[in-house]
């Protein structure tokens, strides 16, 4: 399904993309907006980086929105009741925790034979349960000025901090995808589970990772996103287990693994992001975003399916 | 094509350990809480559990059929949506479109789910969440807000006592069961689901088919939104919203493999009074709503562990063998 010619014609969509939003909204273009959307765009990439990873291995990851929230919430309250204590030693502790629940996530999935679907669902469940046991349902405290520059900052009022992160997070990935022996047992486990296990591949340890490199992104994201919204927000990481899922297939990622990469998730991530401002500065209500959301991304799988069918 | 009979339908271990499951959970309810032992408590378990019977088995169908449905949600949405707005729509005229528009375009909805899967061969994952979007857009657009109302004595009718509830589920489980095990388009949706490759050699109308499970679903999927705006006596966008996952989690529990092909819905009875006894019983005790978040987790992931569990004992027997 992905061709050659694939990322040109992602490129070339983003374009059209920022050519019709210039003409809907003259000044969409403005470097210092584009540097407030791709701001935008970052906390998705950093979902999109591990939901990658996850589809590529050949499932699913549905407890990132959760994650999301968590590390929103966690980081606002723990940065507010210790304001005094430096960062990382808050911080360095939620991003194990991410790891864990999503160690556990391909624990599940490996050990139990659960259904990834079903394992990351439920795994959602139980963070959105222990996050709101922990803030007592109410969300408090806020994000200390360190967070709020990696959130929210633009450098020389364009780039964003968090796009640099974003850069750094996908340099990473696409390493460890294509230059390590990891990355490559990866893609053999989505290629053909069966096939890799039987050329020596530890597929179990291969998902336990690949879950718990999924729940380090998606933390961070929500420990980053505290930086932007300052204070924690319940639910605010609810949309990205789902859009996070489109930017990966719309960049070109097989749904059933083995095929794709992280460029195109972070392309596909930066579409999703500019049709939603696009939207929002036409004030469309929600009814029609969503709609216009579900056809877009209708409209490109049945593109690309078309391109590979030839 | 070999003829099938009544002791065919398959009852099979997991189903079986479902419905185990359930007795001891019920055993254990019963005697650690006098209130859960009421008929009162009896009868709301028995309303809370049977939309997301209903939907489970539309979900069951799909699952059969090799795919999943995950706009099964906004479907339901949609239909209490439409239920409600054509009831105000129509003034007392309306009481038969109050289902027959809703039933429709739940059958639409499903049906254009199953084209774009089954022609174009999109992956299902994708073009359900996509659609669900668009469904989910719909039914905003005709009720941002929750509010409307329903005719009080169909509503009564409907989701007032624990008799017709019952009735509904259990007659829409008994019918598809039936569909599924004597019927060719029934049978079909079981070759479908275990290869499509081998339903090709067989002549079976892969397309076809999977317009008409998706279909189905989408009509049955309706069902449980017009009932939920009968019991809530008004509608609610996004009344469908937790039940996608949870019905994927009952169809699993009730016996039917994700890889399609195995099981039936003769087990989402059981999985779904599962689901609901749990959270009854925690409610019961007084546990907060957010300890209850953890719980449901937690007893998905026992519950599907539990009955994948036995699957796996069986496979491995039928491999020692």
């Known amino acids: ?310 | 094509m070999r003829e099938y009979r009544w002791f065919d339908v398959p009852v099979n271990r997991k189903i079986l350990v479902a419905y185990l499951v359930l007795a001891g959970l019920y055993a254990i309810s019963a005697l650690i809480s006098p209130s859960f032992r009421t008929f009162v408590n009896f009868k709301h378990l028995l309303l809370q559990t049977t939309p997301l019977i209903i939907v489970g088995v539309a979900q069951s169908l799909v699952m059969l059929s090799g795919g999943v449905d995950l706009s099964v949600g906004a479907i339901m949405s949609l239909a209490n949506v439409v239920a409600v707005q054509s009831w105000k729509g129509m003034g007392n005229i309306g009481f038969i479109y109050l289902f027959l528009i809703p039933l429709g375009l739940g059958a639409l909805a499903g049906g254009i789910n199953g084209l774009l899967i089954g022609k174009r061969n999109l992956p299902p994952i994708i073009v359900t969440l996509a659609t669900s979007s668009i469904f989910w857009g719909f039914a905003l657009l005709l009720m941002p807000t929750p509010g409307g109302s329903m005719p009080p004595s169909l509503a009564l009718i409907l989701a007032g006592g624990s008799l017709v509830p019952t009735i509904i589920f259990c007659s829409l489980v008994f019918l598809v069961t039936f569909f599924l095990q004597f019927t060719e388009a029934g049978r079909g949706i079981y070759v479908v689901g275990s290869g499509e490759e081998v339903a090709r050699l067989l002549g079976i109308n892969i397309i076809r088919v999977k317009v008409y499970t998706y279909a189905l679903a989408g009509l049955i999927t309706s069902l449980a939104g017009i009932f939920m705006a009968a019991r809530m006596f008004s509608g609610d966008p996004m009344v469908g919203q937790p039940y996608v996952l949870d019905s994927m989690a009952v169809a699993v529990i009730g016996g039917t493999s994700v890889n399609g092909g195995e099981g039936g819905v003769l087990g989402v009875i059981g999985a779904a009074f599962i689901f609901n006894l749990l959270n009854n019983i925690l409610n019961m005790l007084g546990v907060s709503t957010f300890y209850q978040f953890v719980a449901k987790g937690i007893i998905v992931i026992a519950a599907v562990a539990i009955t994948q569990g036995s699957s796996l004992i069986k496979d491995q027997n039928k491999t020692l063998s």
């Not at chain 1, 907006?33 to 699913?60: C, D, N, P, Y």
């Not at chain 1, 990382?88 to 556990?104: A, F, K, N, S």
């Not at chain 1, 020389?156 to 294509?178: D, E, H, K, R, Y």
């Not at chain 1, 049709?275 to 690309?304: C, D, F, H, M, W």
Request: with cysteine; aromatic share 8%; proline share 4%.
């Open chain 1, 1 to 310: 399904m992905l061709k050659k010619r694939f990322y040109p014609f992602l490129l070339f969509l983003l374009v059209i993309l920022l050519l019709a939003a210039e003409l809907l909204s003259p000044g969409f273009v403005r470097p210092r907006h584009l540097g407030v959307v791709l701001r935008q765009a970052a906390f998705l990439g950093f979902v999109g980086v591990g939901q990658t990873l996850v589809i590529l291995s050949g499932g699913i990851d549905l407890s990132v929105g959760s994650l999301v929230t968590a590390g929103n919430i966690f980081t606002c309250e723990l940065l507010g009741r210790n304001p005094d204590l430096s960062p990382p030693l808050v911080l360095i502790p939620l991003l194990v925790m991410g790891v864990l629940i999503g160690m556990i996530n391909g624990l599940g999935i490996t050990m139990l034979h659960i259904p990834p679907l079903i394992m990351t669902f439920a795994m959602g469940s139980i963070v959105d349960g222990m996050t709101l046991i922990y803030c007592g349902g109410s969300a408090a405290g806020y994000a200390t000025p360190p967070i709020q520059y990696l959130g929210s900052k633009l450098l020389f009022g364009v780039i964003p901090v968090n796009f640099l992160l974003w850069m750094v997070l996908l340099g990473g990935s696409t390493f460890l995808l294509n230059r390590t022996t990891f990355g490559r047992k990866l893609f053999a486990v989505g290629t053909n589970e069966i096939a890799a296990y039987v050329s020596g591949v530890n597929v179990k340890k291969v998902k336990i990772y690949t879950y718990g490199l999924s729940g380090l992104c998606a933390i961070f994201a929500g420990m980053i996103l505290a930086g932007y919204t300052q204070t924690g927000f319940l639910g605010i990481g609810n949309e990205y287990t789902l859009s996070s899922i489109a930017a990966t297939v719309i960049g070109g990622t097989a749904i059933t693994g083995g095929r794709g990469g992280e460029i195109g998730t972070a392309i596909g991530a930066l579409i999703l992001i500019i049709i939603q401002s696009i939207l929002t500065v036409l004030r469309i209500p929600e009814s029609g975003r969503k709609i216009v959301e579900g056809l877009v991304i209708l409209l490109l799988i049945n593109a690309y399916f078309e391109r590979g069918k030839k």
